[in-house]
């Protein structure tokens, strides 16, 4: 096999560039006959914790790295001793997993490495942080080039008696796009889907003229709010197609260029990274003051708090079933664990954990609004996590601030204070 010859870096990147221009040549033609190679962008610990054992993790699902240099392995399935992808220490504090097996493997996968390891949690990208991307997409291309969004809102807490688990999987076709466009649509055929679809869902793409979206799309955001929870936006190449990144950090390549993908991966990590990091810093060290009732007492807690606040008031019967579906299920969409205190029937109180890293979380959560404070040591990804979240599943027009700073400001400033420049 052509993999165990591969000994080096240089092996491996020239490997990756030949194998993703077959596959674009494949895709122009609509004749795929193999996976496009993929991207799963991962987050660790802040700086503040030990650095993991990146080996231990894989062998929690059964894997092992096979060590290439510092920062690149082969990932190997030690029960059918098969190659499953490499992993690269891409950008500190974010490994990437890159594979060619076609998704309907390597989601599932990914998604119970993730599970498996309290070290490990995706990156998550909310629809308000694709509003910053999107802006970055209009200034690095012409207007006349074609540009891809796609959204997604599901009301599943307005569902009674369906549980729609595995929401982390990104199952998109691999080979035509108008068959990724019927899927994003929604058009599934059972029993279920039927069932859900009668509940306010909405899931399709829009593809125009960058400068036309631009101009279109916030009047279609005012008119109807589904339209702020982006899910997967296109960063057009520098050649041909463009690199997918969704909502859960997975990123399909769809260019003809590897080394094209691998510097929008870099790009995109670097602007997490830093808005991950002043996220952090203003949670965990700010002035301000935050009173909750905890455990039927009232303690005040330091650090700014992360206020999200819905366009929308929610129903009682909605935010019964949020808060049921959320703490009374191991595998929550929202990853946390807690015991709920009720204030009353529509306010909450939770003095809870963060499933990743398993560190403190504070929650207020109203039929209005949420308020968390993150102790010192609690992840930032949780509030991206959340965020993501809650525009998915709640609310998509939700407005979310952390402190007196708004939550989209976080990302452009960690472009501008760190000079982070597209390459």
């Known amino acids: ?63 092992r790295l096979d060590r290439i240099d510092d920062t690149f392995y082969k990932v190997w399935d030690n029960k059918s001793g098969r190659y499953r992808g490499f992993l690269e220490k891409l950008v500190p504090r974010h490994p990437v997993y890159y594979t060619n097996e076609e998704t309907k493997e390597s989601d599932p996968w990914v998604s119970n490495l993730v599970n498996q390891n309290s070290d490990l949690d995706r990156l998550w990208l909310s629809g308000r942080t694709f509003e910053q991307l999107w802006q970055k997409v209009v200034e690095i291309n012409p207007g006349q080039r074609f540009g891809r969004l796609a959204f997604e809102h599901q009301s599943i807490f307005e569902i009674d008696n369906i549980e729609i688990e595995d929401d982390e999987i990104t199952l998109e076709p691999e080979s035509l796009d108008i068959e990724e466009m019927k899927a994003l649509s929604g058009d599934i055929d059972n029993e279920k889907s039927e069932l859900y679809q009668e509940k306010r869902a909405s899931r399709f ?30 960063f057009p190449a520098v050649g041909k197609g463009g690199h997918d990144f969704y909502h859960n950090g997975k990123v399909t390549n769809r260019s003809d260029s590897f080394a094209d993908h691998r510097a929008h991966l870099v790009y995109v990590l670097k602007i997490y990274k830093g808005a991950t990091e002043d996220s952090e810093k203003t949670a965990w060290y700010s002035i301000e003051k935050t009173t909750l009732q905890i455990k039927g007492e009232f303690k005040t807690l330091h650090g700014a708090p992360v206020v999200m606040q819905f366009k929308e008031k929610l129903s009682a019967e909605t935010f019964e079933k949020w808060i049921t579906s959320t703490f009374q299920r191991k595998r929550n969409k929202f990853r946390l664990w807690g015991n709920p205190i009720s204030l009353g029937t529509k306010k909450v109180h939770v003095y809870g954990v963060d499933r990743h890293l398993w560190q403190p979380i504070f929650l207020e959560l109203t039929d209005r609004h949420i308020i968390a404070i993150l102790p010192k040591g609690t992840c930032g990804n949780t509030i991206h996590r959340l965020v993501t979240n809650v525009q998915r599943y709640i609310d998509p027009a939700v407005d979310v601030w952390i402190g007196n700073v708004n939550y989209k400001q976080i990302f452009s400033q960690a472009i501008e204070k760190r000079k982070i420049k597209y390459e």
């Open 1 to 63: 096999m052509i993999i165990n010859k591969l000994k080096t870096r240089e092996e491996v990147m020239s490997f990756l560039e030949g194998y993703v221009q077959e596959r674009k040549e494949e895709l122009d033609r609509r004749q795929l006959k193999s996976g496009l190679v993929k991207s799963y962008l991962l987050e660790t610990v802040p700086d503040s914790h030990r650095e993991p054992d990146l080996n231990l993790i894989f062998k929690n699902v059964n894997a």
């Open 205 to 234: 793409t829009m593809v125009d003229r960058i400068a036309v979206i631009q101009d279109r799309l916030p009047k279609l955001q005012e008119i109807y709010y589904p339209l702020y929870s982006i899910s997967q936006l296109r």
